[in-house]
């Protein structure tokens, strides 16, 4: 169980909110673009929050 002090589950969350926000963008051209964007979101979420809970 998450710790309160535990910022991974924000980073995945804010990971996605940016890939939505820049499938915004995006939109107008491809509806891939806009999902491929917000995967990208995701993975980045996933990225920061691997790094996040290293053990130090």
Do not use: C, E, N
């Amino acid at each position: 169980m998450a710790t309160p002090s535990d910022k991974t589950t924000w980073a995945i969350g804010g990971g996605a909110l940016l890939g939505l926000g820049a499938g915004f963008f995006f939109l107008h051209q491809s509806a891939l673009y806009f999902t491929g964007s917000l995967i990208a979101g995701l993975g980045i979420g996933l990225i920061v929050s691997a790094i996040l809970s290293r053990p130090r």
